[in-house]
């Protein structure tokens, strides 16, 4: 907030009345057509143009307590980046963003916006819609990347102390971007081949493309972060073995990759995957999506896909572009109790995608080749709340349909890698299998710190990245105590 | 990293390669097995480390040439480099002294069997090892079997070297004339099933390791499920090897059938585009 005070702020909010920035309408994200897309691997939305972005930041009143920050898991400095994007100063505008924010690009895509920042926005409180924060976000974010001049955040003089991190997805990117700001020594283990966790893995071209993730994460090969990949602590190094190289500290953002399955008949037939080796396939692998992939993937005709999430959404759309001519959502409440973001489910729909909501797979039939080709469906109706408050869905007695399919896709919920915590002793951990850690993201081994869904369960990317600044800033202080 | 620093034909087909990886070489215990990905465009592929040399830092994977994959991974040579290479995976053999161990072994799964017949024999057991396989051709590393074994009987289905037959007919011999503690077994599918079958009818407990289809081998997507006991296992970090009588082999072989069709395309492209340079 140390901008809002400068005579540049001062007079830009003098230039216009409150009211007048009131009365100019939302802007629209330009975005591909929607049967064009179905069928295509590119960015589905278009980002903004100078224009429109700098008409969308007059709508913003800086107003002098913004609560539109205290909605977002990293603290941006919102008003102060949207001010330098009203009066042009757009790489001053990322340069904001980075003071926070180690994936500014990514975070413009993926996070939930209308949940976090622009639930907050003072424009929601008095009936109107929010501004488009995170449209701003990647717009400054965007436009810093290809100016060809990306800004390396500075970094304090190395303090010689190193600092291992596990996992390579969005928390341990955050957390390693913090600490070599504070000078530390990072390296990064990931067991995968490429550094990027579920920003490569899991969410497709079409709404993250591989490219922008890797040009954040050069930034922080820049501040100095080092990267190990096909490495996994615990089986290819131990947790000795990193004490002994002299690392001082470890955090673990191992995530939660371990998929759900229903457990119901059928679900091993041929065809019936998780969202998660799907999603590897075709998004890390390129299977089907680059000519040059050697890893197959099954291109069903007719993909139903089971649950309602952003995953689930992901792989929907993905089934659309390798060419299902029916794809379906199957999910066992109603659009409105649905998890996924409301974005996501208007480009489903747009895209072509069948909802069935209400349904719930209660048993999948194979072929004599034990493929799948049918699946049967409990229709459901909503009762009495939950301990979750969402009304709970109950089987509608003798209500069973029989839905021809060729491809299954199991999109419900994921669990916490036990790798980690099964590797070390002493470690405290749920009954649910995630680490268990203090306020401070500290757990039960003093030198371990833990965050992101390894602690949290399957949560959201934003939400992993906050949890790997406030390890960072704690870590920071209690090696500078001496207390680790 | 990765760098193969030795290369032997055990027939023009099945391939023995010594890649550096010190840290696995360091870590891996009998029964891992790493995933390889030869390069930038390849896939993941499981293979059972065969051996490792501390000194060294290598590890030894023994290679058959069935798909794009493995004949990429048989057609680099010595220098070249392996793109990546990630392990040790899976939990190891549990090995004490048993008694008397069978380990029975058919084709390239003699292999991975050897770090397991060499523990077991270390660790005090009486160690009989049936080594099998179609023709005389195909029977590898005998030499390392026995060194590390009291035993060890050869079976071809042809009857060109040892005796003639399959691998169940050697288990069986030495289950009808001494008391046998446990069976291990690696090979085909089919081969792991009806040597579970045999076994059963003698009650001999058996650990078969399983080499189903997998992507990461390390839990996250459960390509490689199996049922156990009547329980859905990933066999990547449950695994591999599991109590042979409990495993349904039907459905894992069945499912081990999901991309033979676009296998057996790829494999057509592959050889196409080979013999076109």
């Given amino acids: 907030m140390e901008q809002r005070n400068e005579a540049w702020r001062e007079a830009l909010r003098q230039s216009m009345k409150p009211k007048e920035r009131m009365a100019i309408g939302r802007v629209k994200m330009n975005e591909l057509d929607g049967d064009y897309r179905s069928h295509s691997y590119e960015e589905v939305n278009q ?100 100016s060809g001049n990306i800004a390396v955040p500075e970094v304090a003089a190395p303090n010689g102390i190193k600092i291992g991190v596990v996992g390579s997805g969005p928390c341990g990117l955050s957390f390693a971007g913090d600490m070599a700001k504070l000078g530390y020594d990072v390296t990064v283990f990931e067991a995968l081949h490429e550094i990027g966790g579920v920003l490569k893995y899991g969410i497709p071209e079409f709404r993250l493309p591989n490219n922008i993730v890797d040009v954040e994460i050069h930034n922080l090969e820049k501040m100095g972060v080092k990267f190990m990949t096909n490495t996994i602590v615990g089986k290819t190094v131990s947790m000795d073995d990193l004490k002994e190289a002299g690392f001082r500290a470890l955090f673990v953002a191992s995530g939660a990759g371990l998929p759900n399955f229903m457990n119901i008949p059928g679900e091993n037939l041929i065809g019936i995957m998780s969202s998660n080796e799907y999603l590897t396939r075709v998004n890390l692998m390129g299977a089907a999506r680059t000519s040059d992939s050697d890893t197959p993937v099954i291109q069903g005709k007719r993909v139903a896909v089971i649950g309602g999430g952003n995953t689930a959404m992901d792989s929907v759309r993905t089934a659309r572009r390798l060419g299902a001519e029916r794809a379906m959502i199957v999910y066992r409440r109603s659009e409105e109790e649905m998890p996924a973001r409301v974005e996501e489910v208007k480009h489903a729909k747009e895209e072509g995608v069948e909802f069935m909501t209400l349904h719930n797979p209660i048993e999948y039939i194979g072929d004599e080749h034990g493929r799948v080709k049918q699946m049967r469906l409990q229709k459901m109706q909503l009762g009495e709340p939950d301990a979750s408050g969402r009304r709970r869905p109950e089987p509608i007695p003798g209500a069973v349909e029989t839905i021809d399919v060729d491809e299954v896709i199991v999109s419900v919920g994921v669990s916490p890698n036990p790798l980690i915590p099964n590797s070390v002793s002493g470690l405290n951990v749920s009954r649910k299998g995630t680490i268990e850690v203090s306020e401070d993201m500290q757990s039960s081994i003093p030198t371990i710190f833990a965050g992101g869904d390894i602690v949290r369960g399957g949560a959201t990317v934003i939400l992993a990245m906050g949890d790997g600044r406030k390890a960072a800033a704690a870590m920071h202080s209690k090696i500078q105590a001496g207390e680790i | 990293m990765n760098r193969i620093v030795g290369k032997e034909y055990f027939s023009p087909n099945v391939v023995k390669l010594e890649i550096e990886a010190p840290l696995i070489a360091k870590s891996r215990r009998a029964g891992h097995f790493v995933i390889v990905r030869c390069d930038e465009h390849g896939e993941r592929m499981p293979l059972t480390i065969a051996g490792a040399d501390l000194q060294k830092g290598t590890i030894t994977l023994v290679v058959q040439k069935i798909g794009v994959s493995s004949t990429k991974l048989c057609d680099l040579n010595v220098g070249d480099y392996v793109h990546d290479v990630v392990g040790p995976l899976g939990k190891a053999t549990h090995i004490e002294k048993f008694g008397t161990v069978v380990c029975a072994g058919g084709g390239v799964g003699v292999a991975p069997l050897l770090p397991i017949i060499q523990a077991m024999k270390a660790a005090g057991n009486r160690v009989v090892s049936v080594l099998a396989g179609r023709t005389k051709d195909l029977i590898i590393l005998e030499d390392e079997v026995r060194r590390s074994s009291d035993e060890v009987i050869i079976m071809t289905d042809d009857g060109s070297y040892g005796k003639k037959g399959l691998v169940t007919a050697g288990v069986e011999e030495v289950i009808n004339r001494e008391k046998v503690d446990l069976c291990v077994t690696i090979g085909p599918a089919v081969m792991m099933k009806f040597v579970a079958q045999l076994t059963k009818k003698y009650n001999v407990p058996t650990v078969a390791s399983l080499n189903t289809i997998m992507v990461d081998g390390t839990g996250m997507c459960g390509a490689c499920r199996v049922t156990v006991g009547g329980k859905t296992k990933f066999v990547c970090v449950d695994g591999p090897e599991f109590d042979a009588h409990e495993v349904d082999f039907e459905e894992m072989m069945m499912r081990m059938g999901a991309y033979k069709p676009l296998e057996a395309e790829q494999m057509e492209h592959y050889r196409h585009e080979h013999e076109a340079h």
Avoid: W
């Fill in chain 1, 47 to 146: 980002g903004l143009t100078k224009e429109q972005a700098m008409l969308e930041a007059k709508r913003c009143l800086d107003c002098p307590n913004p609560s539109c920050m205290t909605g977002c898991p990293v603290g941006i400095d919102i008003p102060s980046f949207i001010k330098n994007i009203e009066r042009g100063e757009i790489l001053e505008a990322a340069k904001v963003l980075k003071r926070t924010s180690a994936l500014p690009a990514v975070c413009g895509r993926v996070c939930p916006q209308e949940r976090q920042c622009e639930s907050q926005c003072i424009h929601v409180k008095s009936g109107h819609q929010a501004v488009a924060i995170g449209y701003l976000e990647r717009f400054a974010a965007d436009y810093e990347r290809e």
